[in-house]
């Protein structure tokens, strides 16, 4: 069922309670899985086995008994000794340490580089991204044992410094999975509309980029974990690894050289290392099936910055916004492409305008120009871009968050896609008003459910408290249109609000937006194409087409009398006051449908 295709209950959630309860949390269902089950317990008794060896064992890992040489297992050597008479047991304990702190060792110092840089390449893109995926590239042409031996050659047989060796040459991997789990997200609507709301690149990152990218790092962790160990014990059986430590690898190198003397030696290191191996990558299938089973995430296009720096008078009048010739650009394969083009328009305080027009014609390119948020490859400029006076054309980053969803408010197409799947209703609305605002939790919350309640939610507290999946697609724009007017913003932009939502609703939702409107005195833009929407809401109307305004009038006049030819195809273009169709009438014997008249 798609959020369009939900029943509004203005504030009883639709009955998908749901879904997250029934998935339950990462963890449950990961415990849920046997086979994760048996692999946590296995790699559990591998790690305290290996820690807790003194305790184990009273045997020495590297001390030589001549006498016990290749002694059986049994009496003081429960799994035999070796060829110079070590205890195999205690070398098994013992080299566990090594071998899981060469794994750990690796996998840290590959995290520790690789996530910092796929998150910033990823989030800010541009030279920073080309550069670091330049240098990841690099390293990963690099074949990966030559860099090792290399290592070794120049600080010597040091088992640690080679795994953080290993580290860095696993480190391209992290950042290219984390690179790309960014940029897939960075894309989200909701991460729009947390920018939109105001809220800081850390807080961004944080609240909805690191989740997203938590899983696939966690998952390929396991999987580089294993490879370590593989990877280390290769370095000890060729006898390239700390000389005396006893390890897995040198179990096994000490094994293959008694190989026809007693091959029996090769069955303890081997088998344990494989079952750590085969373990660590039978928990990374399970953590990718447990981890990955959240709740969906719609991908959309986003928005950003208005360029063109120039100082400019401060509006003078009422006038709250100030756009005077717009224009938004895209570099394309074919040329320059001109998507809004030297628009012009003033929204007053209180005032309501509308912007028509037909698909395309450019209406949420200026919105989104307006506020600041056209996408990367987009170019805003205008000669004049002002709100309450302010020049917004050459604002930061931080001077623009300051304001956007604080003074100026937006409400999206599609409220599902809005919202983050993996936080709570409250989460959601608490989090800008506490860093715009400054209230407390409890403060914030209080203010939360009020809202909810004014937006006509009938059951706030169980709104606030559900994810984004268990509330209908009227619901979540209640719940949207909530925070974008909970840091009281002067002006509010609305996109097309109606546009994803079941024609029940629509008029609901358009009341409500009316009422918050006069009752804030908030300038309102109101995005649409309907006219029936203008006529009911509108103050003044704003005529689009192709990128450039072609009317604009008070709305009662636009109706009454339209100047332009286009508006007057647009408003002839509307069902309303036309004459009713007739009747179909479907032929006897198959055939296309017709009108009866
Ligand atoms: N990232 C982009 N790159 C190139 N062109 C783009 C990009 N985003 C939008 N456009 C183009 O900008 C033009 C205006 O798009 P916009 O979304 O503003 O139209 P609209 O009037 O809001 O339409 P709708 O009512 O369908 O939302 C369209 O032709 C669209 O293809």
């Not at 959630?13 to 998935?23: H, V």
């Not at 690149?201 to 899983?215: E, F, K, T, W």
């Not at 925070?483 to 097309?496: F, K, N, R």
């Not at 994803?500 to 109101?526: H, N, P």
Request: proline fraction near 6%; include cysteine.
């Amino acid at each position: 069922m798609t959020h369009t295709e939900r029943r509004d209950t203005r504030g009883t959630p639709d009955s998908a309670p749901g879904t997250a309860r029934r998935r339950g949390r990462p963890l449950s269902r990961l415990l849920r899985n046997r086979v994760a089950v048996v692999c946590l317990a296995l790699l559990a008794l591998i790690v305290a086995a290996s820690v807790f060896a003194p305790l184990l064992t009273s045997a020495s890992p590297t001390r030589a008994t001549l006498d016990d040489a290749f002694a059986p297992p049994g009496g003081g050597h429960l799994l035999g000794a070796d060829s110079v008479g070590r205890d195999v047991l205690a070398r098994l304990l013992y080299g566990g340490r090594v071998s899981l702190l060469g794994g750990f060792i690796a996998v840290a110092v590959a995290l520790l580089i690789g996530v910092p840089a796929g998150l910033l390449a990823g989030y800010y893109r541009g030279r920073l991204d080309a550069v670091v995926s330049w240098v990841a590239s690099l390293l990963m042409a690099a074949p990966a044992i030559m860099v090792l031996l290399v290592s070794i050659a120049a600080i010597g047989p040091d088992t640690n410094a080679t795994m953080a060796v290993l580290g860095l040459i696993l480190a391209p991997g992290v950042f290219r999975l984390v690179r790309a789990s960014v940029t897939s997200v960075r894309e989200e609507l909701y991460v729009d509309a947390a920018r939109v709301s105001g809220l800081g690149d850390a807080r961004i990152v944080r609240r909805h980029i690191l989740p997203v990218v938590q899983a696939p790092t966690i998952i390929q962790s396991a999987q580089m974990f294993g490879v370590a160990v593989v990877i280390q014990a290769g370095i000890e059986f060729l006898g390239l690894g700390s000389a005396g430590q006893a390890s897995w690898g040198a179990m096994l190198n000490e094994a293959f050289a008694n190989l026809y003397t007693k091959p029996s030696l090769l069955v303890a290191p081997g088998l344990t290392i494989v079952l750590t191996v085969a373990t660590l990558g039978l928990l990374a299938n399970a953590l990718r099936d447990a981890l990955l089973d959240t709740p969906g995430r719609a991908t959309r296009r986003r928005p950003r910055t208005v360029s063109a720096p120039a100082s400019t008078p401060a509006a003078a009048d009422d006038s709250l916004l100030v756009v005077e010739d717009l224009r938004v650009t895209y570099a394309t394969r074919d040329g320059e492409r001109t998507v809004v083009d030297g628009v012009s328009l003033t929204v007053r305080r209180g005032e309501v305008v509308g912007l028509v027009g037909e698909s395309g014609s450019g209406k949420s390119q200026t919105a989104f120009a307006i506020l600041g948020l056209l996408p990367p490859e987009g170019r805003g400029e205008a000669g004049r871009l002002s709100f309450d006076g302010r020049d917004l054309r050459g604002l930061g980053r931080k001077e623009r968050n300051a304001l956007r969803g604080c003074r100026i408010a937006y409400v999206p197409q599609e409220p599902m896609s809005n919202l983050d799947p993996a936080f709570r209703i409250g989460t959601q609305l608490t989090d800008p008003m506490r860093a715009h605002l400054k209230l407390t939790a409890r403060e914030a919350r209080e203010k939360a459910l009020a809202l909810l309640e004014r937006v006509g939610i009938a059951e706030p507290e169980r709104v606030y408290h559900a994810y984004p999946h268990q509330i209908s697609g009227g619901m979540a724009q209640r719940v949207l249109i909530a925070g974008a007017v909970s840091c009281d913003p002067e002006l509010l932009i609305a996109d097309e609000p109606t546009t994803a939502l079941d024609v029940t609703v629509q008029a609901e939702v358009l009341d409500l937006l009316r009422e918050l409107q006069r009752e804030r005195e908030m300038g309102l833009i109101l995005v649409t194409h309907n006219f029936g929407v203008v006529a009911d809401i509108c103050d003044r109307v704003v005529v689009m087409r192709t990128g450039q305004v072609v009317e604009t009038a008070p709305a009662g006049q636009l109706f009454a009398e339209p100047r332009h030819e286009y508006t007057r195809m647009l408003l002839d273009s509307t069902l309303e006051d036309a004459p009713p169709r007739a009747p179909l009438r479907i032929p006897a014997t198959g055939g296309p449908l017709q009108e009866t008249v």
